[in-house]
């Protein structure tokens, strides 16, 4: 493994007691109340993670819609602009549904958004999209080389994005993506709360203006070793996707190189 230079984590948790569906703005406003209790939290970050931890509580169900735009810049007390960020977040990975004319949803039974990874995630049982609902965050200056410096060239050092994440029903994936320190400036001092819950490639257009056109993918099922299984939660030994993604931009050049871990023994694949 790759020596660790510097280091922040966050964990995002779900709520354990369950509300009443219809105190849904009570929970909202209790659960926006607590984030802003937190300083190092943004109030797009803050607005984001109270909405989560009433989908996660079950204040809010897979299908029930959540309340209008204009309600939630009430209920959270925070600009229109700010709920809108929020939403369109975690529009991107999966957590709930917008359409014109219906507002928003928790997601139900539409596909585990595609533009979150590339590809998804569905249960070999009944074939129902798996998707996020739980993960940690570190960020972390590395020193070391491996496949991510073999496409993102030889440096002194690479920034590092780690997520533990589990999806819907409970199944443990593990991620990892790799940047040139250089191209995203501030990022490692950043409270890695920001982007629980986020899709990392909108975010990155949007901070930085790296805009990824594309993706080559290697997806291969491995044995997994005993220190990649208990960094990520997973069983030593078992079988296990390892998917690699090489994005790239416009113009060819390297953006970032992802990996992600994940047991074969309940997930099936699908691009």
Wanted: charge should be neutral.
């Amino acid at each position: 493994m790759s020596d660790l230079v510097e280091t922040n984590v966050s964990d995002t948790k779900a709520l354990s007691a369950c509300e009443p569906r219809d105190s849904g703005a009570q929970s909202l406003r209790e659960n926006m109340a607590a984030m802003l209790l937190r300083p190092d939290l943004t109030k797009r970050t803050a607005a984001r993670l109270a909405i989560v931890e009433a989908i996660q509580s079950g204040v809010f169900r897979p299908g029930d819609k959540l309340p209008s735009e204009l309600k939630l810049t009430g209920i959270l007390g925070v600009s229109l602009g700010t709920v809108q960020a929020a939403l369109r977040q975690l529009q991107l990975v999966g957590s709930i549904v917008r359409r014109r004319g219906d507002g928003s949803r928790v997601a139900a039974k539409e596909p585990f958004d595609r533009s979150v990874w590339h590809f998804r995630f569905v249960s070999k049982s009944d074939g129902k999209p798996l998707r996020i609902t739980n993960e940690r965050v570190q960020i972390e200056l590395i020193s070391g080389t491996g496949p991510w410096s073999d496409y993102l060239g030889e440096r002194r050092s690479f920034l590092r994005i780690r997520r533990w994440v589990s999806l819907v029903d409970g199944t443990p994936a593990g991620a990892e993506m790799f940047l040139d320190p250089d191209l995203v400036p501030g990022l490692l001092g950043m409270n890695p709360n920001e982007l629980d819950m986020v899709n990392i490639r909108p975010y990155l257009e949007e901070r930085y203006g790296i805009v990824t056109a594309g993706a080559n993918h290697i997806a291969r099922t491995v044995r997994l070793d005993r220190e990649t299984a208990g960094l990520f939660g997973l069983q030593a030994g078992s079988d296990c996707f390892e998917i690699h993604a090489k994005a790239y931009s416009s113009d060819d050049m390297p953006v970032y190189f992802q990996r992600i871990f994940i047991s074969t023994d309940v997930c099936a694949l699908t691009f």
